[in-house]
């Protein structure tokens, strides 16, 4: 279980993902510890790879590989000496910690990336990666994000749980910011333009990006940075930085506060997209607002909602019963 810096009480529940299960610190950290017991070559090789990429997919990818790299020293293996097999016995440990095929794919994703840098660096002549088959991944998520009553209902918890959290829970929510972008973000990035309170943010790949704070979300910063005037906006009770598995289990835990189950911080940028849509907000608007590169990935959030509450179902049995149907959300549809 991962110590939870981030609370005064230590015993908090396990992970939310098997991500954390198999690293049970932050992804950096695991991987630095672990490349003490690779060879220097191979520790080079991990360090040059890494280097390639932006600062959140490093973090991403350390995390990612510090899981295969325990699993090797787990079982006697180094990571030259490993074959398909040794990757079939990997992916049924993540299959048993209930690892869906998005992070099956993902892992092999990143050990693709790897392995071909280890090819081209001379230490392997081929992948062990290189025949290992996929799982299909389909493009839609089964993931609705919260409603609007439980988005109420956690802004609540967390105003009434303090300004760290208060202000965490918006941004997540109210501004649908990747974790990784909220708790990237610092005081000095706060500032102001035509009249907005605004916050300069580092997208997802490097790209630069101003967003706009609602006046709720402005106050609860201010109240949460206090009298200092530079450096992370989100600390811990120690005064560290608040990483991304520490504001996962402030999500988890006001989830349950506000009795809408233990959510995490993606489950509110999921949300934050689909209730925007759900206020006629143009798909436009909302692509823009999440950092959305193709609008085809906005569309995917709002799938899962527009199959159920929008099918065509509901229009067809009115229809053929001449009476009114009933959505999920209560409202009658028009024929």
């Known amino acids: 279980m991962i110590p939870d810096k981030s609370e005064p009480d230590q015993n908090q529940p396990g992970s939310d993902s098997v991500g954390e299960v198999l690293a049970p610190t932050s992804g950096q950290d695991a991987l630095g510890r672990l490349l003490a017991t690779l060879e220097p070559k191979w520790a080079e090789v991990v360090t040059g790879w890494l280097a390639q990429y932006q600062s959140a997919t490093a973090t991403a990818y350390s995390s990612d590989l510090a899981a295969w790299l325990r699993y090797c020293?787990?079982?006697?293996?180094?990571?030259?000496?490993?074959?398909?097999?040794?990757?079939?016995?990997?992916?049924?440990?993540?299959?048993?910690?209930?690892?869906?095929?998005?992070?099956?794919?993902?892992?092999?994703?990143?050990?693709?990336?790897?392995?071909?840098?280890?090819?081209?660096?001379?230490?392997?002549?081929?992948?062990?990666i290189e025949r290992v088959r996929r799982p299909k991944v389909t493009s839609d998520t089964a993931t609705l994000g919260i409603d609007h009553d439980q988005a109420r209902w956690l802004l609540k918890a967390a105003q009434l749980s303090g300004p760290r959290d208060h202000a965490l829970i918006c941004l997540l929510l109210l501004n649908g910011l990747?974790?990784?972008?909220?708790?990237?973000?610092?005081?000095?990035?706060?500032?102001?333009?035509?009249?907005?309170?605004?916050?300069?943010?580092?997208?997802?790949?490097?790209r630069a990006a101003v967003i706009p704070l609602a006046t709720r979300t402005a106050e609860a910063l201010a109240l949460t940075i206090g009298g200092r005037s530079a450096g992370p906006i989100f600390l811990d009770y120690e005064g560290r930085p608040l990483d991304r598995f520490d504001a996962a289990r402030v999500c988890r835990r006001l989830g349950r506060t506000a009795d809408i189950g233990a959510v995490n911080p993606h489950a509110l940028r999921h949300g934050f997209v689909t209730l925007c849509l759900d206020a006629g907000t143009s798909?436009?608007?909302?692509?823009?607002?999440?950092?959305?590169?193709?609008?085809?990935?906005?569309?995917?959030?709002?799938?899962g909602r527009y199959n159920l509450d929008r099918h065509p179902t509901y229009a067809l049995a009115g229809s053929l019963t001449g009476e009114e149907e009933t959505t999920g959300d209560g409202e009658g549809v028009e024929r």
């Open 73 to 128: 020293v787990s079982n006697g293996l180094g990571p030259g000496s490993v074959g398909p097999g040794d990757v079939g016995g990997f992916r049924g440990e993540l299959e048993e910690l209930g690892a869906r095929p998005a992070t099956d794919a993902r892992e092999l994703g990143t050990l693709s990336s790897f392995y071909a840098f280890a090819v081209l660096e001379g230490l392997l002549p081929h992948s062990p």
């Open 178 to 206: 990747r974790v990784s972008e909220a708790c990237g973000s610092r005081i000095e990035d706060i500032g102001a333009a035509r009249g907005h309170v605004t916050l300069d943010i580092t997208r997802k790949g490097g």
């Open 283 to 303: 798909l436009r608007d909302v692509q823009d607002a999440a950092g959305h590169v193709d609008p085809r990935t906005t569309r995917r959030y709002d799938r």
